[in-house]
């Protein structure tokens, strides 16, 4: 705890005066602390995105200049529309990951009844196996059988059974034929309709909510007053300058944080009513010291001196 909040500098640790020698005690109090910092410092995007860059261009400059072209996605960090496609995919990845892994086990229980009972129909033409032979299986193993269901089915507009080749109604048992058509229709309609346009479904639709968010975001920024809340169209109405004078003269953004600093570049013991009711809410994390709702462009009555 108390590295947490004092650090490794801090006096109780001393164990000798003279040397500076620190003691934090158990070994492994030391490694979670190291292992606190450390996260703390690889979990910022930024250190990371560095690191990474860093270690592209080391191996662009000693092992090929391959890695160099990975350095291109650097654009998604500058721009901000960029990063927002890249959020549609990140921020529901737990919920697209699970959908995937289902669909994943559904091709793997596929590719069992497949291989158990059609075996023989995983054959594709276009392989040239040797020079003499046109064509080759795809399927000599389970695993083999997988990754051909998963590299073909998914590719294929209408699923496995648009890879697979297709078999005749008289030649084959009847059984072997209403097998194959169950397996393939079902194949095209659960993989290839339903799994696909759920995955779509969740990119698209966070694509939208993060794009109204974003707009909605925007909206605020231009025309709501940050200190006060209250909206471009009432001041409009109700004040003399406007707006756009309320948020450069009146309430100033940047004048609050000024002041803020001022307040904390300051001795305290020089601090004047104001500042130091102003100084106490901040360390309270109390914010109703900002006008909310209140300007004095809009109760300017109630502001001025009376002549009589
Ligand atoms: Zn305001």
New binding site residues.
């Given amino acids: 705890m108390l590295l947490l909040t004092k650090g490794p500098d801090c006096q109780e640790f001393l164990v000798d005066d003279d040397d500076n020698k620190r003691d934090f005690g158990h070994i492994i109090l030391k490694l979670e602390y190291m292992w606190t910092c450390t996260s703390f410092v690889l979990g910022n995007g930024q250190v990371m995105f560095l690191i990474i860059y860093a270690c592209l261009s080391l191996l662009g400059l000693f092992q090929s200049p391959i890695f160099y072209s990975m350095q291109l996605l650097d654009i998604i960090n500058r721009f901000p529309s960029l990063t927002n496609v890249i959020k549609a995919i990140t921020v529901n990845k737990n919920q697209l990951l699970m959908t995937a892994m289902l669909e994943l086990i559904l091709i793997w229980i596929y590719c069992v009844l497949l291989f158990t009972f059609f075996f023989d129909h995983y054959f594709n033409d276009d392989i040239q196996y040797n020079a003499n032979e046109k064509g080759d299986t795809v399927c000599r193993s389970l695993f083999h059988c997988y990754m051909s269901t998963l590299n073909f089915g998914l590719r294929a507009g209408g699923g496995i059974g648009d890879f697979l080749p297709s078999n005749s109604y008289f030649n084959d048992s009847k059984a072997v034929y209403y097998l194959r058509a169950a397996n393939d229709l079902s194949f095209f309609l659960i993989i290839i309709v339903m799994f696909f346009n759920i995955i779509f479904g969740i990119i698209i639709d966070t694509f939208a909510s993060l794009r109204d968010e974003k707009a909605q975001m925007d909206d605020d920024m231009r025309n709501i007053?940050?200190?006060?809340?209250?909206d471009r169209q009432s001041?409009d109405k109700d004040s003399e300058e406007g707006f756009v004078h309320?948020?450069k003269k009146?309430?100033n953004l940047w004048q609050y944080v000024f002041f803020i600093i001022h307040l904390n570049t300051k001795d305290d013991t020089d601090y004047n009513g104001t500042e130091s009711f102003v100084a106490d809410k901040l360390v309270q994390e109390d914010i109703s010291w900002f006008?909310f709702n209140k300007?004095i462009c809009l109760e300017k009555e109630k502001y001025l001196i009376s002549d009589k």
Avoid: L, M, V
């Fill in positions: 007053c940050f200190i006060c809340s209250i001041i309320h948020i009146e309430h006008p300007a």
